[in-house]
């Protein structure tokens, strides 16, 4: 089993920055992919973006798209979710996941992850 550990919540203003870290530990890691996901007021688990772990393809939610940027480091087994021009719809819990394999559902589907982090706080005031 796979774990991961969130990094890099906080409070943030409008227009601020924040870059999210998740390792990942626990075996032999070459995953299909990792993905950053969010829990908010109206949704348990909305995608945000996730990375192809073998071809770095990534994916985005429409609405951070030029606004973040998800990368890993194969080496390290860390993916990173830097997080530009923030706003207040960004507010929520931020959870990082593992898919080990490819899903039917496709990457940007959570029911496909296999592990989750405890999740971090990413909080936008009004």
């Known amino acids: 089993q796979v774990q991961l550990v969130e990094s890099g919540g906080g409070l943030v203003q409008t227009g601020g920055s924040l870059t999210l870290h998740c390792q990942a530990s626990?075996?032999?890691?070459?995953?299909?992919?990792m993905g950053w996901f969010r829990r908010t007021p109206e949704k348990e688990r909305e995608h945000v973006a996730a990375?192809?772990?073998?071809?770095?393809?990534?994916y985005y939610r429409d609405s951070v798209k030029g606004r973040f940027t998800i990368s890993r480091d194969n080496v390290k087994n860390t993916v990173s979710l830097q997080m530009d021009n923030l706003k207040l719809e960004d507010t929520g819990v931020y959870f990082c996941?593992?898919?080990?394999?490819?899903?039917?559902?496709?990457?940007?589907?959570?029911?496909?992850?296999?592990?989750w982090g405890q999740g971090t706080q990413v909080t936008v005031p009004s």
């Open positions: 996941g593992v898919a080990q394999t490819s899903y039917y559902g496709g990457i940007t589907d959570p029911n496909g992850y296999n592990s």
């Open positions: 626990g075996r032999p890691f070459s995953p299909y992919g």
């Open positions: 990375i192809r772990w073998r071809d770095v393809l990534t």
